[in-house]
């Protein structure tokens, strides 16, 4: 029945939404990490850690857990100055289409028998995405008076939209060196969805979702120094994800695909006293790789975002033997360039504006194999005003001081999972 339901868990995060809070990444994996912040580098709790840190599995034991997250993002776009009034086009645009999405999590690990120092298991999460949908949108509305762009007129459709769903799954051989210390490797199995509406690209308008699949690896370390200090270290390769040809345009920069960032992150748990556990995860995301996302081409637009470097801070306090409570900082900067003059069009469809989080969880001790972890992320409110698009250039109306676009976010999510020791 068990292994039933972890299945069934893992099939459903091959097929659900994941919207993303670091740049287009989760802001932790698994729910007791996400209730700490994010933070979990040196510090696993349950079947989720291998996307934390593979070498964490070497130290949990045999269990499986299954859980479902709500992830609501609020998503708006307000374009400000006298070229939008004086058109009829300022104001705010909701952007939000859905407004919840469901992500789902599980895992499953077990120890080799016979004292061996080897353990398996299988991960599988929504790694992250990114979704905002805008029934009009400004700057394609004006575009329909720029003579050099024949296929966008007054009163054709100037939605904008962009869907991007990713998920993981991944096995993982984790090996015990001694007691204190382990290493592990990941196979990293990623699917994606990818949706763009978006006139600006002319006859590449729609193409609907077109998925693709992609395998990278994850190595870790993870080593309890003494009876003070864990540390933690972790890298994932870049992930070079299948072509999706309906897409070429827009895609331009490496030939119809939408490759996932390298990321790497090293993480502390200091062991403060019997009851209180402190950590912070510092990682990486290489997200201004060249290639890595939409092209960069002027006269197609594209993410151009920066690589992302995010702080964790968790805090875990054993309130009492069937009771455990979690708090949690997370902030990392937000990737989208200010006043980059090629990210017009592309970071007012592309909200990942957030910064700061605050997280709470909780997980409370059913019986002895049984226990239900929850947690909650509330990321504060975040703008980004995109820089003047020289595509708009020869349009008379439109210039740096009077056509202001700004996108905005915040964000709230609550999940919960089951955990099972086998």
């Given at each position: 029945m068990k292994k039933t339901m972890i299945a069934a868990g893992l099939s459903m995060a091959l097929s659900a939404p994941a919207f993303a809070t670091n740049g287009y990444f989760?802001?932790?994996?698994?729910?007791?990490?996400?209730?700490?912040?994010?933070?979990?580098?040196?510090y696993p709790e349950d079947t989720l850690a291998a996307g934390q840190n593979p070498a964490g599995m070497a130290f949990i034991g045999n269990r499986a857990d299954g859980g479902l997250e709500?992830?609501?993002?609020?998503?708006s776009l307000e374009a400000k100055?006298?070229?939008?009034?004086?058109?009829?086009?300022?104001?705010?645009?909701?952007?939000?289409?859905?407004?919840?999405?469901?992500?789902?999590?599980?895992?499953?690990?077990?120890?080799?028998?016979?004292?061996?120092?080897?353990?398996?298991?299988?991960?599988?999460f929504g790694n992250g995405g990114m979704n905002a949908t805008y029934d009009r949108h400004p700057q394609i509305q004006a575009m329909a008076f720029d003579p050099s762009m024949p296929w966008i007129n007054p009163g054709?459709?100037?939605?904008?939209?962009?869907?991007?769903?990713?998920?993981?799954?991944l096995p993982t051989a984790a090996y015990k060196i001694n007691e204190n210390h382990a290493v592990a490797a990941s196979l990293v199995v990623a699917w994606q969805s990818f949706e763009l509406v978006n006139a600006a690209f002319g006859a590449m308008n729609d193409a609907g979702h077109v998925s693709s699949w992609g395998a990278g690896v994850k190595l870790g370390?993870?080593?309890?120094?003494?009876?003070?200090?864990?540390?933690?270290?972790?890298?994932?390769s870049k992930i070079k994800m299948g072509k999706m040809d309906e897409y070429a345009t827009a895609l331009a920069a490496d030939d119809g695909r939408l490759s996932i960032p390298q990321?790497?992150?090293?993480?502390?748990?200091?062991?403060?006293?019997?009851?209180?556990d402190i950590l912070?995860?510092?990682?990486?995301?290489?997200?201004?790789?060249?290639?890595?996302?939409?092209?960069?081409?002027?006269?197609?637009?594209?993410?151009?975002?920066?690589?992302?470097?995010?702080?964790?801070?968790?805090?875990?306090?054993?309130?009492?033997?069937?009771?455990t409570l979690r708090a949690g900082w997370n902030y990392g900067e937000n990737p989208l360039p200010e006043g980059n003059p090629a990210d017009g069009f592309v970071s007012t469809i592309v909200p990942a504006t957030v910064e700061h989080h605050l997280t709470l969880?909780?997980?409370?001790?059913?019986?002895?194999?049984?226990?239900i972890t929850g947690s909650y992320m509330h990321a504060f409110d975040n703008d980004h005003t995109a820089g003047y698009d020289p595509r708009l250039a020869a349009n008379p109306f439109l210039n740096p001081s009077d056509a202001a676009l700004t996108s905005s976010m915040y964000q709230d999510s609550v999940g919960l999972s089951l955990n099972w020791k086998l």
């Open positions: 989760v802001h932790g994996i698994g729910q007791s990490a996400k209730g700490a912040g994010g933070a979990g580098i040196a709500l992830f609501i993002p609020n998503r100055g006298p070229l939008w009034s004086s058109f009829g086009l300022d104001g705010e645009v909701d952007g939000n289409r859905p407004s919840v999405f469901l992500v789902p999590e599980g895992g499953y690990n077990m120890d080799m028998p016979n004292g061996s120092a080897w353990s398996f298991g299988i991960s599988a054709d459709n100037t939605s904008a939209k962009i869907d991007l769903l990713q998920a993981f799954v370390w993870m080593g309890h120094i003494n009876d003070f200090l864990s540390l933690g270290a972790t890298w994932q990321t790497a992150g090293v993480g502390m748990a200091i062991h403060a006293t019997e009851q209180l912070f995860d510092v990682t990486w995301i290489n997200y201004g790789d060249d290639d890595i996302i939409i092209g960069k081409s002027t006269n197609v637009g594209g993410f151009g975002w920066d690589d992302m470097t995010i702080f964790k801070l968790g805090f875990v306090y054993k309130y009492s033997d069937d009771l969880g909780f997980t409370k001790q059913i019986n002895e194999d049984f226990s």
